[in-house]
């Protein structure tokens, strides 16, 4: 995580096919992937994807509407299968969902009838710790999070950036190798998001997973990211990935108006509208 920030011409590629190394290799491994809904691969939604994603890399994915970002982070998730093609981590091929991988969605998903602690503990008890054990990791993530004091209280009661912590919090207390993130921060406020940025970063730091995350917005890609991944659309092909390095420099105090991101920042967004066919 020590990526030196980039400020020269975009690594943008036609076809991108890095080398595929062997089954021991990347953490995250895409190899050919292409994925197409229905009998028909006609269109196809994803077209020969092949991505080697680093231990403690936070790589953003962004690229317009219909570019298959949120089913590419399906399919690392293991919600479906590839139609062409494979997804492995650390070497295995993904069968289904699993603990290595934890999954925060746009909007919070909690469970209404459980309180917070108990929506955060449900991960560790379905894998069969006590319930001490459960509620003592929970606790531990709460305070990672910010929100020791709201243990006790239903979903309810908390704020839209509050809920979202929660979902955080219980996607990481099962003890994921990989934090896989859609778009996790588009219903809340500026503000909000600006603050929820700065944390999900200070934990990324602080537990040295890997995160893949996904986004609209190419000023947020710019701020987080380690490594950023566009995708061109009908069909989804990557057309630019780069290190960005910002997502590792520690002092994050007007970095948003420095020329390293507002270089990252237009190009990426120059990258996406073209992707779009703008």
Not at 54 to 76: H, N
Not at 230 to 235: S, T
Request: proline share 7%.
């Amino acid at each position: 995580m020590t990526e030196a920030v980039t400020v020269g011409g975009p690594q943008e590629t036609a076809g991108h096919s890095p080398t595929p190394a062997g089954d021991d290799g990347a953490p995250v491994r895409l190899e050919g992937v292409s994925q197409w809904f229905g009998n028909d691969p006609n269109p196809l939604v994803l077209d020969d994807i092949t991505l080697d994603i680093e231990a403690g890399e936070f790589v953003s994915i962004v690229g317009p509407s219909g570019c298959g970002k949120s089913t590419l982070l399906g399919l690392v998730a293991g919600f479906d299968t590839p139609r062409q093609g494979r997804v492995l981590i650390d070497g295995s091929p993904v069968k289904g969902p699993a603990p290595d991988r934890g999954m925060v969605f746009q909007q919070p998903r909690l469970f209404s009838w459980m309180r917070v602690l108990d929506n955060v503990s449900f991960g560790p008890r379905v894998q069969g710790m006590s319930a001490q054990q459960a509620n003592d990791i929970a606790v531990r993530t709460l305070e990672l999070v910010g929100l020791s004091g709201e243990q006790r209280k239903w979903p309810h009661e908390l704020s839209g950036g509050m809920q979202q912590r929660v979902a955080i919090a219980r996607a990481l207390a099962a003890g994921p190798d990989v934090l896989l993130m859609d778009e996790p921060f588009a219903a809340l406020d500026a503000l909000t998001r600006e603050r929820l940025q700065d944390e999900v970063l200070d934990i990324w730091r602080r537990r040295g997973i890997t995160v893949l995350f996904v986004t609209h917005s190419v000023d947020e890609a710019a701020y987080l990211s380690t490594r950023i991944i566009a995708l061109d659309r009908n069909p989804g092909r990557v057309c630019f990935d780069e290190k960005a390095g910002l997502g590792a420099v520690p002092d994050r105090a007007g970095l948003r108006s420095t020329p390293a991101f507002l270089s990252i920042r237009d190009r990426l967004h120059d990258v996406v509208v073209r992707a779009a066919g703008g």
